[in-house]
């Protein structure tokens, strides 16, 4: 069974920085493109970053470019998601999610990152 | 950019009744790179459809999706309870990269 576990979302202040992981189970990992998508509070679902297979190529969209870093670490199955200059309307619960031909076949259970003083 | 709109933004039906949304892209979608999604309060998304018309594993077939181009739909062929829920469409492949629309939400009647 797949399975993907975020974590390391929490409160931090304007300005501040936070790691979130994903650990991914059940399904050969290092095969797969993996991204981060966000959802501010009583908002739609925005695409935050992908990364490939090997992660040697990374994607960011343009509201996070230049702040984030996504990464992962095959032989740990697991993604990574460097957040910094962090600014209130970051604010969202984060999901990591599997890529299946362009769409996510499978997410994380999502996790919190709220940015405030 | 490319933009998805998605209508109606709230669909009231009945259990039983077919539901149909609708995606419409700015720009044409190319390979048909259109996913759709259903979300509940509190809950992560699930994966419908992707390529516009091919049901994900474990979606019932009262599901379907079609579409070419710019103009996408899911269709629910008889509401069940467990139906009613936000649903977004999503696509991949053109600038940015990947997008959602805003979400289409059916309610019960």
């Known amino acids: 069974e797949v399975q993907l576990l975020d974590s390391g979302g929490g409160l931090v202040q304007p300005g501040g920085s936070l790691r979130l992981s994903c650990a991914a189970s059940?399904?050969?990992?290092?095969?797969?493109?993996m991204s981060w998508v966000r959802q501010a509070p009583r908002k739609g679902l925005e695409w935050v970053s992908a990364?490939?297979?090997?992660?040697?190529?990374?994607y960011y969209a343009d509201s996070v470019k230049g702040r984030f870093t996504i990464s992962r670490d095959n032989s740990k199955n697991t993604l990574y998601l460097q957040m910094n200059s962090l600014r209130a309307d970051d604010t969202a619960v984060y999901y990591c999610?599997?890529?299946?031909?362009?769409?996510?076949?499978?997410w994380g259970q999502g996790t919190p990152v709220t940015v405030s003083s | 950019e490319i933009v998805l709109t998605q209508s109606p933004g709230t669909l009231s039906l009945s259990p039983g009744e077919r539901a149909t949304l609708s995606c419409r892209a700015s720009?044409?979608?190319?390979?048909?790179?259109l996913a759709w999604y259903q979300q509940k309060p509190g809950q992560a998304p699930r994966l419908l459809i992707y390529?516009?018309?091919n049901r994900a594993t474990g979606i019932p077939d009262r599901f379907s999706g079609s579409g070419s181009g710019t103009d996408f739909s899911l269709t629910i062929s008889r509401l069940e309870p467990e139906d009613f829920a936000l649903y977004y469409c999503?696509?991949?492949?053109?600038?940015?990269?990947?997008?959602f629309g805003p979400g289409t939400k059916v309610d019960i009647k």
């Open positions: 390529g516009a018309s």
């Open positions: 720009q044409s979608i190319s390979d048909n790179y």
């Open positions: 990364i490939n297979a090997r992660g040697d190529n990374t």
């Open positions: 059940g399904f050969a990992f290092n095969t797969y493109a």
């Open positions: 999610a599997k890529d299946l031909r362009g769409s996510y076949s499978n």
């Open positions: 999503q696509q991949y492949g053109s600038s940015p990269l990947f997008t």
